[in-house]
């Protein structure tokens, strides 16, 4: 058997992950320190194997339902791809944006979609309180699905980014700092920043801040959240990170200044967020239907961030890291000075010297879901790799 | 071989159903009883050998075309989950819900998207006279594009609901009324209750009760259609549903009180439609461009509408069926008092009961379409299941 | 072996297509005589094994990437029939018809979408100077991706029109041509007539006639551009076509009448089009942003487009071709006097005797495209036909 295929199936012999077959992936916070080492490892195997020219379709057929509420390339891309690696097709589920019914209807829609369908990718980020929620509710219905012989299989919930967490994204970018840094082995120490960056746009999601800070801090990593007074994140989530970093041997702390938080960073990740208590609010004048309202807010948002267009990831910012050498972070699109607006959250020169460790982030974005999917969908992944090297059907006649 | 597989082949074995082969479906009653026997027998045989997870992909590569005039997410995705069952990939054709020009366009479509298609499945249910008759011309299209050398399969065309009939709708739910009393053999006098039901929405196609009637008076049963006064149904199909009922040994009435048909009804589909006149009118309407004439309808039609509030699906009709259990069917999604609606077409404890059985009623849809695809594209059913079990790929790894 | 397949190879094995593995297709005329042949042949091989039942799937997972910036059925799906055909699943990237911002967000979005992507199929027609160099900058972008290790393959770039040429639509008409004629031998010293045509409608792309005089002098054929005055075709593809025709031995000249193109021609192509300085200065006000412009610009080309409403394709004409049985191509959809408008392109006869031929041809166009695709990443393409053609998996079991 190949050295390097072998290597990660002894790694996954020593983690105990029995619990993700057959269950769904919300927040990463839910899950054991052993199962996101399993996410890691079987996400490095199937890219490996895909770089061999391995086929790693575990599926004959089966369907992959994407249910977008907000306009996504990226991350429906990487879902798709993830789909296909495995042998699911994928079908859009397209409900618009609107804060969808709940109850009854979710409930048999949920239904409706999942007589073949293996896997259900949701992004649902836009209403506080409402997009884990409802997640929660379309994977309970379809549990009682197949309980009570409507669904012939459990379709697999995957979190494709919520109000809380955003596990895709956050898997993807620590599995990059893993490589990045030669191993989870070489982390314990090292300072993260997370920070707020101002972006001339408003409303953008909590949940990589949030998704950051909840994940970060199980590395015995020191990560610092910067943000500017009124920019908090959900009290709940800084909870998790404080426990997080207790037992992880790290520190996790607040501060109101870039600088201090870029200060010997090893890795920083300057990104804009709204407010959560302006997006709770928000979320209430939906509720509303309050259109004057929530014209209003944006207004005083948009007015709220202009007073901090320092906040900005700058060449002179970026000198005062550990070396000056940071590993620069995002989940992209970036807003970038004099590229795609006049002030954002980066100076161009930074962003264009990242930009292929950038692009190399994202790429783990696809073996991250497809991990996920795997997790839930094999009984015995170890078996089920080694099967699928021994098959070895090409995934491409060259 | 499997016995429960091979039950099913000997049932095969005692039908003729040699014309479903390169053949499209568009109206139940063109077809003969054994090859709804056969429809029904090949849906239970594709659906258990999932359940046993032997993939039952007849199509390596090859498309399935959706063609929807009208918005759908249920049978949308029963479509896709049927296609991607047998092996094909499904890709919409977007023509929005204009009256698309007939003639020259509809020839020229239907073969530009059928190169590689071996399935087109349409829905066009909004214009009376119009949906069947452009379903027969596509059809024809391919047909012709196939004798002179253009493409080099014929693509079977799939009614996923006309002005006259919902085949794939009915089907399913008459296979969920084979399961429910044990057996086509068990349902010889039984009562079906086929009514109108009041709905806040107006213009509801007359596609389901119209195939409800020429469907289900051909297993011996009592079938009872039911509506207030002015809304009839197509006469055609009325003249159907009698022939129907007097060759299968069962009868067919008219009531206008919906007290009588549930009395002691075995079977109860309360359901809203619209006019059969009405809907004439509109499509005229639009024929002739008169959105003035549109709204006035409209109006009229919903005012006409709220005179039958009392038209409901109540707990206290429900106690007057047979043992106050009639088997409640819907195709979902109902108008639910207090939920989806003030008032609907049924009361939420009677549809909240029904719920589990009202979702498995849909749960066949898919596999009553991927047994129509398979009649039509398989020469040798009996044979290629019994290869399909030899060759034991399995759906999914485990 | 197959006799058929067996002489596609011996043709094969004649000509020089090195330079096609890992590379993309632009424009015909950056394409030696043998590559052009070469895809001819894996056309018709490809065609020829669907025809025996054989799949031709060289992918067993992977994503075909399609970016319509226009509106598309016939093109969109032929690559849908050509991505399944070779076992690639298609996502549609849909970015609107704006002009795109070029530089960072294309070099981003490239690579965002690439991960498991081997083909990405663009066309990008409206903006004179705008959709070559795009994708350009997307191939370039994913080259550079792959050697940095982000994507772990190339993506081949299919041009499925862009301003300057429309490269699978003009292959398709000319195997049309070449099987109508016999074989490519056959073609020396005919006439082919490359006309405009009136159409109701404005701004037609130029990247037909455009293509067809950049391709069809290869052939040693007398290719004739008709025109009115005004409606010049870009300078650059005149320079092309003059250059091809001189080395193939045949000729190519310009006539601003139509009466003189067709007479005795053996093959007739009358198509509407934009005069190339009009679809420049549109270009120019779009990027302005000078709506007022743009409607204005609107009205003069109606208006001088309907001083040309003799250049049509009528019965008459026709008579005047070789034998009165030139061969009439088009794209299609065409304008068809009393068909599809009052005035148009063509008389309804001279269509309808033409309709089966005109489907035909459209037919080549997913073949030619799947063989574009396959020599791109298929390294010894003779090896690989006999080795689909010895596994004989069957496409479909029927």
């Known amino acids: 058997m190949d050295q390097k295929l072998q290597a990660y199936i002894d790694k996954l012999n020593k983690l105990n992950f029995k619990e993700m077959y057959m269950n769904d992936f919300f927040l990463t916070w839910e899950k054991t320190d052993d199962e996101l080492e399993a996410v890691f490892t079987i996400a490095d195997a199937l890219r490996y194997m895909r770089e061999q020219n391995i086929s790693t379709k575990i599926f004959e057929s089966g369907l992959g339902i994407s249910l977008f509420r907000d306009n996504s390339t990226r991350t429906r891309f990487s879902f798709a791809s993830a789909c296909n690696l495995l042998g699911l097709e994928v079908q859009d589920l397209d409900e618009g944006k609107s804060q969808i019914a709940h109850g009854e209807t979710v409930r048999e829609t949920a239904n409706m979609i999942s007589f073949m369908a293996d896997v259900i990718g949701i992004r649902d980020d836009m209403y506080i309180g409402k997009g884990n929620a409802y997640m929660h509710e379309v994977s309970k219905s379809v549990r009682e699905g197949y309980q009570d012989g409507v669904l012939e299989q459990i379709p697999t919930l995957v979190n494709l ?119 709770e609010k928000r979320t209430n004048l939906y509720g509303e239907g309050d259109s004057e309202g929530i014209k209003k807010l944006e207004k005083e948002l948009l007015a709220q961030n202009a007073n901090h267009k320092d906040w900005c990831c700058t060449e002179e910012l970026m000198k005062t890291t550990k070396d000056g050498k940071a590993l620069y972070l995002h989940c992209l699109p970036a807003d970038i000075n004099g590229v795609s607006c006049e002030d954002g959250e980066v100076e161009a020169s930074v962003f264009d010297r990242y930009r292929t460790p950038l692009y190399k982030e994202a790429s783990f974005k696809p073996y991250v879901i497809a991990a996920m999917i795997f997790l839930s969908k094999v009984k015995d992944p170890q078996a089920v790799l080694k099967a699928l090297e021994e098959r070895g059907t090409p995934r491409w006649t060259k």
Not at 186 to 214: C, D, E, F, H, R
Not at 236 to 247: I, L, R, T, Y
Not at 253 to 259: L, V
Request: glycine share 8%.
């Open 161 to 279: 980014q919520c109000d809380i967490d955003h596990p895709t994204q956050c898997m993807a970018d620590m599995l990059h700092i893993i490589h990045h840094f030669g191993g989870v082995e070489n982390l314990k120490g090292k300072k993260v920043a997370m920070t707020w960056a101002y972006s001339p746009s408003y409303g953008k999601p909590l949940s990589v801040p949030q998704g950051v800070i909840g994940l970060m801090t199980r590395f015995g990593m020191d990560v610092v959240l910067a943000h500017p007074e009124g920019y908090e994140v959900m009290p709940e989530v800084e909870e998790v990170a404080k426990k997080n970093a207790a037992a992880s041997g790290g520190t996790y702390r607040k501060t109101n200044s870039m600088a201090d938080a870029f200060q010997d960073a090893d890795i920083v990740y300057p990104k804009s967020w709204a407010p959560f208590a302006a997006m």
